[in-house]
């Protein structure tokens, strides 16, 4: 089946009891077993639920994946991964990886004796010289969240397999319509449900994609004993998102390009990030191993007065954390998704006080561009 084919029927059939085209929510904490060891499929829904299932198998499918893993939050499904790890293991992640990310790295997982080294994983050659006899991860984002690098996902393969480590990629900016990371030999896919495959901004989510069966178990053993799961409605609510996911990232994509290529001619916009762009320094890169360039924009205003400005007076975009949803969104990722990451750390990074973060939607491109030039007049 073709991807748009998928997106709609992959993991689901009509249910057999009453015909329904749409999988119904699965409202259960428990299942009646015939008798001791005999059973459906399902005994308990924190180990498995019928709904939680079928986004399962529909996200799996859509990244050409054999499991797929679902979990109550994107950050859930993040530290699911880290548990594959033990104390004094070393990880490689991308230094303009989400801030969440990051936080739960430096300020949770390091207390556990697990060791972090955030750089930029654009330079293989960096990567490579950082790699140590105790590192066995390289956790990587592309695009990144939010100044738009892009990570070589096939010589990162390359880099993980000759040295026995595990490869990660976070593919929630691109989503598996435009980028699949197990195609060019990564390991593990995580998203953040929340965000482009779920697409209405009414549920929060997350999920693993692998096609290496020990992996997959062990991810599994640890989300059943930890409880890290996704809840049936919410799993329903992804499902029916998911459906639209190719019309969506096509006009998302869209819309972007012609955002992107709007900011670039204003001069109050010292620098625009989006890899659909020639002057983004991995332009071939994204265009090569994206079949599109997403929705995603960051642009530097230059200070933290002008971005102020600028979000105060925005009226159609609106001003909140998130993204991938139909409607525009734009938000401060100094002072919102990355304010845990220290300030220095920040400058270095590119996410600058003047740096503003612009999830582009579905309205009527001409809207979200004068909403934006009338923002721009109040500098």
Not at 8 to 19: L, R
Not at 281 to 305: E, N, T, V
Not at 346 to 371: A, C, Y
Request: with cysteine; aromatic share 8%.
């Amino acid at each position: 089946m073709k991807f748009s084919t998928k997106a709609i029927h992959a993991g689901q059939q009509p249910d057999p009891t009453t015909g329904a085209v749409m999988t119904p929510v699965y409202l259960t904490s428990t299942y009646v077993q015939e008798e001791i060891g005999k059973h459906k499929g399902y005994v308990y829904s924190r180990v498995a639920n019928p709904t939680r299932t079928a986004l399962e198998h529909n996200i799996a499918a859509l990244e050409n994946g054999k499991h797929g893993i679902a979990f109550g939050s994107g950050m859930a499904a993040v530290d699911t991964i880290f548990r594959l790890l033990k104390p004094c293991d070393h990880v490689i992640i991308s230094h303009n990886v989400y801030g969440g990310t990051y936080r739960l790295a430096k300020q949770v997982l390091e207390d556990f004796r697990l060791q972090f080294d955030f750089i930029d994983t654009t330079n293989i050659k960096l990567v490579e010289q950082t790699i140590r006899q105790e590192t066995r991860m390289i956790f990587v984002e592309t695009p990144t969240n939010p100044t738009m690098e892009i990570t070589d996902l096939a010589a990162i393969s390359k880099l993980t397999k000759r040295n026995r480590l595990i490869s990660v990629c976070d593919n929630t900016f691109a989503t598996p319509y435009l980028q699949q990371p197990l195609s060019y030999g990564i390991d593990i896919v995580i998203h953040s449900l929340t965000k482009y495959l779920n697409g209405h901004s009414d549920m929060l989510g997350g999920l693993i994609v692998t096609s290496d069966n020990k992996i997959a178990e062990r991810l599994r053993f640890i989300q059943k004993s930890v409880g890290a799961i996704l809840s049936p409605f919410d799993a329903w609510l992804c499902l029916r998102g998911i459906k639209t996911l190719p019309v969506r990232m096509e006009q998302h994509s869209k819309n972007a390009l012609q955002v992107a290529r709007w900011l670039t001619r204003q001069r109050k916009v010292k620098r625009v990030f989006y890899p659909g762009l020639p002057i983004h320094p991995q332009h071939k890169l994204a265009k090569r191993q994206m079949d599109d360039f997403g929705g995603m924009i960051a642009f530097d205003l230059g200070s933290f007065s002008n971005a102020k400005k600028i979000l105060k007076h925005i009226k159609l975009c609106a001003l909140a954390e998130s993204l991938g949803g139909v409607e525009t969104l734009i938000s401060h990722p100094a002072t919102m998704t990355h304010a845990s990451v220290p300030r220095e750390q920040r400058q270095k990074i590119g996410i600058t006080d003047g740096l503003v973060r612009l999830s582009v939607g579905l309205e009527d491109v001409n809207d979200i561009i004068s909403d934006l030039l009338q923002s721009f007049k109040k500098i």
